[in-house]
C-alpha cells in the first residue's frame, strides 16, 4: 500500500462545546486549544478530520419539549475547526434540533461562512437526504447520514415541509441512495446515529442492518450515540466503526437546570486515523486517552493503552462470532439492570457533591417515583 498516495481521515465521536465548559472557559480565559494541546498534532495529520457534531451554535430558537437535556456548540469551535487541514461535520442526530428550525439555519449557514463540509441535517427532506461529495487527492468521497425517532434515539426526521435528519428506518431507500451514490463516487462513508446509551456493543439488528450497507456499496460506516466506545468490525473490505464514543463531551445540565452526572466511560474517548489507498484498501489505527477534570484530552500512557487495546478487542471480537444474537440478548438484559443500580450511586453521589440550594431549586417529584421504579424494577428477574 502507497501511503503517500493514500487518503488518511481521523474519525472521532460525538463533540459538544457548550454547557458547563464554556463557562469554565471564559471564567479561565482559555481557548479551545487548551483542551485539544496534547492532541492537535495528530488531529491535524490525516487530509479529513470526521466528526459527530452533537447540537447547533445557536440557541435562538424554540427548544424542544420533548427531551431531558439540550445541547448546543460554542459557535467560537469553528475557528477552531476550520484551522485543522479540512473538516467535515456530521450533523444527522438527535440534538442538532434541540433549539428548532431557526437554529438549525443559522448553524448551518455559519458551517458554511467558514468554509467547513457539512451533512447530515437539512431545513427539509430534499435537504436532509442529500449527500456530500469531496474530492480529496483526485478520490471522490461521499458522506451520507442517517439517525432514526425510535425512542433510544429520538432524532427529529425531516419531512417535505419540516427541519431533521434522515431516517435509516426507510431502508430501502437508504439502500438504493448507497447504490445511486456508488456510481458517482470512489468511497462512501455512511453515518449513523443509532444504539442504545451506554452499551459496549451495538445490538444484533444494528450488525444485520450494517452488513445490508455494505452489501449496497458503504466502505466505511461511522457510527455514534452511545457515549461510549464500541467495536470496530471489518466485513468484506469495508470498516464498520459501531460507536466512537464521545470526543470532547462536557458535563451539561437537564431541562430544569440540574447538573447531569457524568459516566466514567464516557470521559474516555478514541481516535481512529483510516488510511484509503488508490484500490479502496482501508488500513486503520487506533489510539484513546480520557477528558480530565480541566476538560483536557489526554491520551493513555503506554501502559493504560494497553489496558484499552485489550478491553477494545474483546468489544470487537463479539461483534465478530457466530452466535452474537445470543450474546446481545444476553448483555442487553444483564446491562440494562447494571443501568439502573449505576443510576440509583448517581443520586446519591449528587446528593452529596451537588450544593443544597442547587439541589432544592431543581428538584422535581418526578425524581422520587422515577428513583422509586428502578428500584422496584432492581427485584424483578
Sequence with gaps: MKMENSVRINFIGDFCSGGEYEFFRKKRKVGFHNSFYNISSLLQNSDLLVLNFEGPISIKGKKREDVTCHLYNDSSILQYLKRQNRCV???????????????????IDEVKRNKIDQFGAGLNREEAWKELIIVVKKKRIAFLAYSTNERNVKAVIADSHKAGCASYLEKEKVIEKIKYVKNRADCIIVSLHWGFEYHHFP?????????????????????????VIQGIEKYKNAVIMYSLGNFFFPPVRNSYGRLIYQKKASKEFMIVNMKIDEKNRIAYTCLSGKMNKKYILELYDKRKQVLFDKRFDFYSSQIKESNFEFFWKQYRRKRKKELKIENIIEVLIKLIILPPREYLFTFRFRDILRNIYRMINLSRK
Design 89 to 107: 461535520l456530521n450533523m444527522g442526530n438527535n440534538h442538532i434540533m434541540d433549539y428548532g428550525n431557526e437554529s438549525l439555519a443559522e448553524t
Design 203 to 227: 445490538s444484533h439488528h444494528q450488525k444485520q442492518f450494517a452488513h445490508l450497507l455494505v452489501d449496497a456499496g458503504a466502505d466505511i460506516i461511522f457510527g455514534h450515540h452511545p457515549h
